[in-house]
Antibody, heavy 125, light 107 residues
Framework: EVQLVESGGGLVQPGGSLRLSCAAS????????MTWVRQAPGKGLEWVAH????????YYVDSVEGRFTISRDNAKNSLSLQMNSLRAEDTAIYYC??????????????????WGQGTLVTVSS | AIQMTQSPSSLSASVGDRVTITCRAS??????LGWYQQKPGRAPKLLIY???SLLSGVPSRFSGSGSGTDFTLTISSLQLEDFATYYC?????????FGQGTKVEIK
């Protein structure tokens, strides 16, 4: 059974840093792109970052570019999100998700088929 | 960034109703679109990918259609467990962008 478990959330002051982790099990982690998605309280979903299987390609939403870093350790089946220079607007539940990476007819699609339960990050003084 | 606009933002429906939710992209995205369902306090759940492919295990009352800029999620006969918020997501290019969500409530 695919399982994703996030950890590392908490209360942090504006300008501070936090590192989120996502422990993966039940599948061959090194074969899949992985992603982070967040949801501010009472708001919709926002894609945050995406990372290739071997870590060579990374993509970010503009609002976190230069402040957040996605990384992974395939030997430990772990995905991370290092968050620096945090702002009040970064307050959200952060989910990690697996990208099934479905390909057909020469096209490949980002398909987030498994999600963790989320970890809450609160940025406040 | 590609903007995804869902309509309606919310709707009220009864069990057994046919429900249609639309998602419009600010530019053509081929069929690079997925639909996700989220219930309160829970993680999102994938329903449909590549605009019309149903994820294995998802009930067949869910269907998706569209290509280019206009997409539709249809629930053919609404069940009690379908009351939730639905989001579209374009994966045509980065940054990936979600629609603002459509909340399906009980009438």
């Amino acid at each position: 059974e695919v399982q994703l478990v996030e950890s590392g959330g908490g209360l942090v002051q504006p300008g501070g840093s936090l590192r989120l982790s996502c422990a993966a099990s039940g599948f061959t982690f090194s074969n899949y792109w992985m992603t982070w998605v967040r949801q501010a309280p009472g708001k919709g979903l926002e894609w945050v970052a995406h990372m290739k299987e071997d870590g060579t390609d990374k993509y970010y939403v503009d609002s976190v570019e230069g402040r957040f870093t996605i990384s992974r350790d395939n030997a430990k089946n772990s995905l991370s999100l290092q968050m620096n220079s945090l702002r009040a607007e970064d307050t959200a539940i952060y989910y990690c998700a697996r990208d099934l990476g479905y390909c057909s007819g020469g096209r490949c699609y980002s398909v987030f088929d498994s999600w963790g339960q989320g970890t809450l990050v609160t940025v406040s003084s | 960034a590609i903007q995804m606009t869902q309509s309606p933002s919310s709707l009220s429906a009864s069990v057994g109703d046919r429900v249609t939710i639309t998602c419009r992209a600010s530019q053509g995205i081929s069929n690079d679109l997925g639909w996700y369902q989220q219930k309160p306090g829970r993680a999102p759940k994938l329903l449909i990918y590549a605009a019309s492919s149903l994820l294995s295990g998802v009930p067949s009352r869910f269907s998706g259609s569209g290509s280019g800029t206009d997409f539709t999620l249809t629930i053919s006969s609404l069940q009690l467990e379908d009351f939730a918020t639905y989001y579209c997501l374009q994966d045509y290019n980065y940054p990936l962008t979600f629609g603002q969500g459509t909340k399906v409530e009980i009438k």
